[in-house]
């Protein structure tokens, strides 16, 4: 077979369509909203060639309307786990051997068809099942996990492309081996395009994946199914399986050839997982990768020379984009007392404007949070709010799941630092203000810097370049993406590499060759032309 060495095409970012009045991309997710709406689907396991159907079933209902069923999802017993690693591994065989470029052609061929002819289909499942405004689902399920496939088949061969050098006489070369095993992949509700990418990018690089996606996101985690099937994924090569997450992961942290975890989710179950990983480490072939993402309490602190209107326009998106459900989104925040007063005019006058209901109605906002659990949580904590001196609602406040599961964006603003809102990752539109003394700005950077476990996003603003600074450098360990004048939200694959540390994660950056580079097991491989025949050096004579 004729060789050559190849240049994939150039990534470059989806660009995202605006969906205003009388564009031919509204109607057409309008359209496509109503019929998936109407539909009940059947979301079977993919293990292999087959879509197993276990009889077991569970609801699938829009958190806006709670009462409505889309559709159901089959629930795997312990048999179809094991059938699943077993299916996996049997790939492995014929994918972890195919030319790189051939896997590129398949991820690349999804990439453009969800950019086509899936589009809609996958921002109107997400709409429906995690009820997402269509922004938020057009920057996550069309551009997003398009960027996730392209950038990451560029990255693959940047990475192939790093070879060590050779001295006379020799010749060294690096092959970059997909792991000896099977990788298993978690994934959350929040992010269709997380979805797609943590099975995907361990499978970009040779792998085989058994892949969980959460059991609130069904709806898209079905057509990406379907999009890695048109797309030419070999059966067995991702393989998606539902269910008692317990018995799964146990089931799979039980395999000697379970090679690696890539996931998302909360910090607690990460942790949990890593403690299984440590406990089974005899009876595994090789250290297994463990690669997380996990929560957030991110944070916007501004400084005495900052804009006002744009601090208040970053704490509505930053905390109130898809009902505050992103990993990075904004849930604490401190404010100059001298501008206290302007900024929370802003932030009240944008509050309550917001419309919210249902993803249907493209002129809204603001959705319901994704399930009854989420919803008892976050009430729980406003009631609260009601009883304790240390802390006042200033807007919002209301909720009610009587239809679907609102909750009203929501702002708190307390006289502790470490009030539990402050502290506490909620995963919901509720997000607390700290008022400090402007003078002790320096000592309040120290204070977010110490208040929380965790390490995802944060973003400063000031006027003052100095001081901007200042806070870069005090911060540093805060925030594994760190926002200078922005929201700490929005990420884009390609421009923004996306993780945290400490509780918030293994930091090794989605959407970059740092990620990619978990999914391989480099091999040295030196030749030398012309032997030594012998023994003896030059030092050795006489």
Same mark, same amino acid.
């Given at each position: 077979?004729?060789?050559?060495?190849?240049?994939?095409?150039?990534?470059?970012?989806?660009?995202?369509?605006?969906?205003?009045?009388?564009?031919?991309?509204?109607?057409?997710?309008?359209?496509?909203? =109503?019929?998936?709406?109407?539909?009940?689907?059947?979301?079977?396991?993919?293990?292999?060639?087959?879509?197993?159907?276990?009889?077991?079933?569970?609801?699938?209902?829009?958190?806006?309307?709670?009462?409505?069923?889309?559709?159901?999802?089959?629930?795997?017993?312990?048999?179809?786990? @094991?059938?699943?690693?077993?299916?996996?591994?049997?790939?492995?065989?014929? $994918?972890? =051997?195919?030319?790189?470029?051939?896997?590129?052609?398949?991820?690349?061929?999804?990439?453009?068809?969800?950019?086509?002819?899936?589009?809609?289909?996958?921002?109107?499942?997400?709409?429906?099942?995690?009820?997402?405004?269509?922004?938020?689902?057009?920057?996550? /399920?069309?551009?997003?996990?398009?960027?996730?496939?392209?950038?990451?088949?560029?990255?693959?061969?940047?990475?192939?492309?790093?070879?060590?050098?050779? /001295?006379?006489?020799? $010749?060294?070369?690096?092959?970059?081996?997909?792991?000896?095993?099977?990788?298993?992949?978690?994934?959350? &509700?929040?992010?269709?395009?997380?979805?797609?990418?943590?099975?995907?990018?361990?499978? !970009?690089? +040779?792998?085989?994946?058994?892949? #969980?996606?959460?059991?609130?996101?069904?709806? /898209?985690?079905?057509?990406?199914?379907?999009?890695?099937?048109?797309?030419?994924?070999?059966?067995?090569?991702?393989?998606?399986?539902?269910?008692?997450?317990?018995?799964?992961?146990?089931?799979? !942290?039980?395999?000697?050839?379970?090679?690696?975890?890539?996931?998302?989710?909360?910090?607690?179950?990460?942790?949990?997982?890593?403690?299984?990983? +440590?406990?089974?480490?005899?009876?595994? #072939?090789?250290?297994?990768?463990?690669?997380?993402?996990?929560?957030?309490?991110?944070?916007?602190?501004?400084?005495?020379?900052?804009?006002?209107?744009?601090?208040?326009?970053?704490?509505?998106?930053?905390?109130?984009?898809?009902?505050?459900?992103?990993? /990075?989104?904004? %849930?604490?925040?401190?404010?100059? =007392?001298?501008?206290?007063?302007?900024?929370?005019?802003?932030?009240?006058?944008?509050?309550?404007?917001?419309?919210?209901?249902?993803?249907?109605?493209?002129?809204?906002?603001?959705?319901?949070?994704?399930?009854?659990?989420?919803?008892?949580? !976050?009430?729980?904590?406003?009631?609260?709010?009601?009883?304790?001196?240390?802390? @006042?609602?200033?807007?919002?406040?209301?909720?009610?799941?009587?239809?679907?599961? &609102?909750?009203?964006?929501?702002?708190?603003?307390?006289?502790?630092?470490?009030?539990?809102?402050?502290?506490?990752?909620? &995963?919901?539109?509720?997000?607390?203000?700290?008022?400090?003394?402007?003078?002790? $700005?320096? @000592?309040?950077?120290?204070?977010?810097?110490?208040? %929380?476990?965790?390490?995802?996003?944060?973003?400063?603003?000031?006027?003052?370049?100095?001081?901007?600074?200042?806070?870069?450098?005090?911060?540093?360990?805060?925030?594994?993406?760190?926002?200078?004048?922005?929201?700490?939200?929005?990420?884009?694959?390609?421009?923004?590499? &996306?993780?945290?540390?400490?509780?918030?994660?293994?930091?090794? =950056?989605?959407?970059?060759? !740092?990620?990619?580079?978990?999914?391989?097991?480099?091999?040295?491989?030196?030749?030398?032309?012309?032997?030594?025949?012998?023994?003896?050096?030059?030092?050795?004579?006489?």
């Amino acid at each position: 077979m004729g060789k050559g060495f190849f240049h994939v095409p150039k990534a470059v970012n989806e660009p995202v369509k605006t969906y205003a009045p009388g564009t031919p991309e509204r109607e057409e997710v309008l359209l496509t909203y =109503k019929e998936l709406y109407n539909t009940k689907v059947d979301v079977p396991l993919y293990i292999g060639s087959e879509e197993i159907r276990t009889g077991k079933t569970a609801s699938i209902n829009p958190p806006h309307d709670h009462k409505h069923e889309c559709g159901v999802y089959h629930l795997a017993e312990k048999k179809h786990i @094991e059938q699943a690693i077993e299916t996996a591994l049997e790939a492995r065989k014929k $994918w972890a =051997k195919l030319e790189w470029e051939q896997r590129a052609a398949v991820f690349l061929k999804a990439a453009d068809l969800i950019s086509g002819p899936y589009r809609q289909k996958m921002n109107a499942a997400t709409m429906i099942g995690q009820s997402k405004t269509i922004f938020q689902a057009e920057i996550d /399920s069309a551009a997003e996990i398009c960027d996730f496939l392209r950038f990451n088949v560029e990255y693959m061969t940047e990475l192939y492309n790093e070879q060590p050098n050779s /001295s006379d006489g020799c $010749w060294n070369r690096v092959e970059y081996r997909p792991l000896e095993g099977f990788v298993y992949a978690v994934t959350p &509700f929040n992010f269709t395009a997380i979805a797609g990418n943590l099975p995907s990018s361990a499978a !970009l690089m +040779g792998n085989v994946a058994v892949w #969980k996606p959460s059991d609130s996101q069904m709806l /898209s985690a079905q057509v990406l199914m379907e999009v890695f099937k048109e797309a030419g994924v070999p059966d067995g090569v991702i393989n998606m399986v539902m269910g008692d997450p317990e018995m799964i992961t146990d089931t799979v !942290l039980k395999s000697p050839d379970f090679a690696g975890i890539h996931y998302t989710g909360s910090t607690e179950v990460f942790k949990n997982i890593w403690a299984k990983i +440590g406990n089974n480490i005899h009876t595994y #072939k090789s250290y297994p990768r463990i690669v997380g993402e996990t929560g957030g309490k991110d944070f916007i602190i501004a400084h005495p020379t900052s804009n006002p209107k744009q601090v208040a326009t970053a704490i509505t998106r930053g905390a109130f984009e898809f009902q505050g459900q992103k990993c /990075s989104a904004a %849930s604490r925040v401190y404010l100059p =007392k001298s501008l206290w007063p302007e900024i929370k005019d802003f932030v009240v006058e944008d509050v309550k404007s917001i419309k919210m209901g249902s993803p249907e109605d493209l002129t809204n906002f603001f959705t319901a949070v994704i399930h009854e659990r989420s919803f008892d949580k !976050l009430a729980s904590y406003i009631d609260k709010v009601e009883e304790d001196d240390a802390a @006042e609602i200033v807007v919002g406040g209301k909720y009610d799941k009587s239809v679907g599961y &609102f909750v009203e964006p929501t702002v708190i603003l307390t006289t502790d630092p470490h009030y539990t809102t402050m502290e506490t990752e909620l &995963f919901g539109p509720i997000v607390t203000i700290y008022v400090y003394e402007d003078e002790k $700005w320096e @000592e309040t950077l120290h204070t977010v810097d110490n208040t %929380s476990a965790y390490a995802l996003t944060g973003a400063i603003f000031s006027g003052d370049r100095y001081e901007a600074a200042k806070a870069t450098d005090i911060l540093q360990n805060a925030a594994g993406n760190f926002y200078i004048n922005d929201k700490p939200t929005g990420a884009v694959v390609g421009q923004q590499p &996306f993780g945290g540390a400490r509780a918030s994660g293994t930091n090794d =950056k989605a959407g970059s060759k !740092l990620n990619l580079m978990r999914w391989i097991s480099p091999r040295l491989i030196k030749e030398t032309f012309v032997p030594a025949t012998d023994y003896k050096y030059p030092f050795m004579k006489e």
